[in-house]
């Protein structure tokens, strides 16, 4: 069930095929009322780890931290080695390296300080407010935390994480940045 | 081992910065830099003043803390050619600022993190940081290199960059266990070799230098004292 609220409202109507018998008409269900057809063991195993799946997805929505023991069930599930933090590398080419470090240096230059890269993000108070890495963080002279993130034009991932670092600090500035 | 101070002005003296120079003259430097930012203040220009107190004496001066924006900086000098850099800034100093330093002055710069982990659930992340800046530029900005074992958010993560030293002791690097890779006792070690002796407060003599640079944002700053910052770090009250 929490994963049908996560996801919408619990008893909106889903489209689960056409009726052979009936040209033009679908099965329609309210989703929190179909059930899914499977032996009693299937269920059983599914609720277990459904149970203790909900606070793992509810800690990654929050940005909460996990550790790799808690996140057990997830990574059996997905088979993803998210959890396993292999930190993404300083820099993807050449062009965004030097493009970034020209981009510290003068803000450095300008009095920025609190400088963090590929680091989980902080606020200006220095309190972690997710645990995203934003390519490049500081604190400007009138104390606004600003948020980089160099993108290339073909990635297309740069809005999802500017819409992220925004919500973990709404005080902060974000600027997306693209490069070759 | 034991920190600066027994650890007794931690947060202040958990992340410290060394650069070559005097201390005066670096004092000076900054305070022309910051009167220079767009951001200054015309109604307060800032001030250089001389302390001649102890260490502990001096660092007093740089209270209360202050967020975000520091206010206060502390130059003090050393029985060595290195001066000693300490702010207010809550809830670490930022000795990492002494890179721009380091380059605009064209001299070393090291910046120093030492901070005892205090368990899984505890508000203190542990770390043993060392970074060396030159008047260069380098691969990473002007940083020659960085030895960083960090707890960051509950997730232990251990970097190098830059170029080996040849005093590193390289072959700890590849321990299986990556809090064995680098520690405090290994920090100390390297300072050491550089001529600095972080950790034992008879390093700190002669005059501080303080400079305090007030700005119109810094208004809005929330102003911590020394107690507040360390209960928020779950440690005692700290020097009275």
Known sequence: ??????????????????????????????????????????????????????????????????SARAAEPVVRIWGSGAVSGTAEPKSRSATRNAQCQADIAASQAQ???????????????????????????STDPNGTRQYQEYDTRSSGRGPAHGTRIGN????????????? | MSLLLGDSWAPVTSEVGFIEGDASELAAFHARWLDGLAAASSERPTQVTELSGALETNLAALLPLTKPLRQRFLFQSTDSAWT????????????????RVARDVGCRAVRVVAIVDSGPSAPRR???IWELYGPTKTEFLNYVRTVSLAN???K???????????FEETERYQAKR??????????ERYLGALGIRAFDESFYVGSGWLVDAYRDAMARNVEVTLAEARGALGLDTGPA
Do not use: H
């Open chain 2, 156 to 166: 232990w993560r251990f970097d190098v960059g830059g170029t080996p030293q040849p």
């Open chain 2, 152 to 154: 960051d958010g509950g």
């Open chain 2, 178 to 187: 990556m809090r064995d890779r680098f520690d405090v006792e290994m920090l």
């Open chain 1, 111 to 137: 009095g920025c300080t609190d400088f963090r890269v590929n680091q989980q993000q902080v606020d200006a108070n220095g309190v972690r407010v997710g645990t995203n890495r934003p390519d490049v963080q």
């Open chain 1, 1 to 66: 069930m929490w994963l049908l609220r996560r996801t919408g409202d619990p008893s909106r109507r889903a489209n689960f095929g056409r009726k052979m018998s009936e040209p033009g008409e679908s099965w329609e269900f309210s989703f929190d009322a179909f059930q899914f057809p499977a032996c009693r063991a299937c269920n059983e195993y599914g609720a277990n780890l459904e149970e203790r799946t909900a606070p793992i997805v509810a800690k990654l929505l929050s940005d909460g931290e996990l």
């Open chain 1, 168 to 180: 973990n600090d709404p005080a902060g500035a974000t600027t997306l940045l693209i490069v070759p």
């Open chain 2, 126 to 128: 542990g770390a043993a």
């Open chain 2, 84 to 99: 000693a850099y300490f702010d207010n800034g809550t809830p670490f100093a930022d000795a990492a600022s002494l890179s």
